[in-house]
């Protein structure tokens, strides 16, 4: 076999997530993405339908799909809205969290910092490991408690400040009026979501720290996802394998929401094409530095 002649690209990629959590299999393959192979018949460049510049698939600055993949791109609907706060010096070619943008435009804006909105009055989450940082399902069941808490007591004072003359059937009756009110809020998504946006910092680990200091995103209730491991093929240094790129990111993050808005409903893919452009470009990679290759190589197991 040739050797290969990008022997720095060769290292970068075998430093990366990609190489170190590589599968011989497809690590797709029990999501339902649709088939994105279609990209690969696209010869040329389209031009961005809003800036005019060429652009190959879609627009990574104005975060839209060229005309000749529009109609053929999956739209995900999102259960909730989500801002993206990008590094400045995040190079927007190379950054995954305009898939993001471009799969579920109407639930996902990007800013680019410093230039985004302040929260003070929105009921938002980060999605960070900060030092005050919780894991996901343990912010979330300690909303639930409050919020059941906050629905009894105010299904109590209702009832106190009833008429008299119905005093005593009220308090018959007012501990399963409460359950029931609490369970009825349930069903309803306004109140089965504590939280009516989620932001996520897109940036090199160094770079997120800068960000994470400002007093906007500072003050806000910050969670961690559960441990996954990336496949994603761009390195950074002290960065560990479960440190995920922007857009398995988000991804990670709506599954576990659905597994705690639903947990009697088994997850079945509903947001499984948020990773559409990040599984065609991993393939694309994989073709050219396939890391079983790569690994057989170094060891000295392919033919020369």
């Known amino acids: 076999m040739?050797?290969?002649s990008t022997e720095p690209k060769k290292r970068f990629i075998e430093s990366s997530s990609?190489?170190?959590n590589c599968k011989s299999g497809d690590p797709f393959i029990s999501m339902k993405i649709n088939d994105p192979s279609f990209l690969d018949d696209i010869p040329n460049r389209g031009t961005c339908t809003v800036c005019n510049r060429s652009r190959k698939y879609y627009c990574y600055t104005c975060y839209v799909p060229v005309k000749e993949v529009s109609?053929?791109?999956p739209k995900v609907n999102l259960p909730i809205k989500i801002d993206i706060v990008k590094h400045p010096k995040e190079v927007d070619g190379k950054s995954t969290s305009a898939h993001a943008a471009v799969l579920a435009p109407d639930d996902v804006k990007i800013y680019n910092y410093p230039d985004f909105p302040s929260y003070e009055n929105e009921k938002v989450l980060l999605i960070f490991p900060g030092k005050s940082a919780v894991p996901f399902?343990?912010?979330?069941?300690?909303?639930?408690?409050?919020?059941?808490?906050?629905s009894k007591t105010q299904c109590n004072e209702s009832a106190l400040n009833s008429s008299e003359s119905h005093k005593d059937d009220l308090f018959s009756s007012s501990s399963n009026s409460c359950d029931n009110m609490y369970q009825d809020k349930q069903q309803d998504e306004s109140f089965s979501i504590p939280f009516s946006k989620v932001i996520f910092i897109d940036s090199t680990w160094r770079q997120?720290?800068?960000l994470y200091s400002d007093p906007r995103l500072q003050n806000l209730p910050c969670i961690v996802l559960s441990?996954?491991?990336s496949q994603f093929w761009r390195y950074?240094?002290?960065k560990l394998d479960t440190h995920l790129s922007t857009i398995e990111a988000v991804y990670y993050f709506l599954v576990e929401l659905h597994g705690l808005m639903h947990p009697e409903v088994p997850y079945d893919g509903e947001c499984d094409n948020m990773l559409f452009f990040f599984k065609f470009m991993y393939f694309k990679i994989r073709t050219l530095y396939d890391p079983l290759k790569l690994k057989a190589y170094r060891n000295g197991d392919l033919e020369s």
């Open 227 to 229: 441990s996954h491991k």
């Open 236 to 238: 950074y240094r002290e």
């Open 208 to 210: 997120s720290k800068a």
């Open 137 to 150: 399902k343990d912010w979330w069941n300690s909303q639930f408690h409050l919020q059941k808490i906050s």
């Open 71 to 73: 109609e053929r791109l």
């Open 2 to 4: 040739q050797e290969i």
């Open 18 to 20: 990609f190489y170190k």
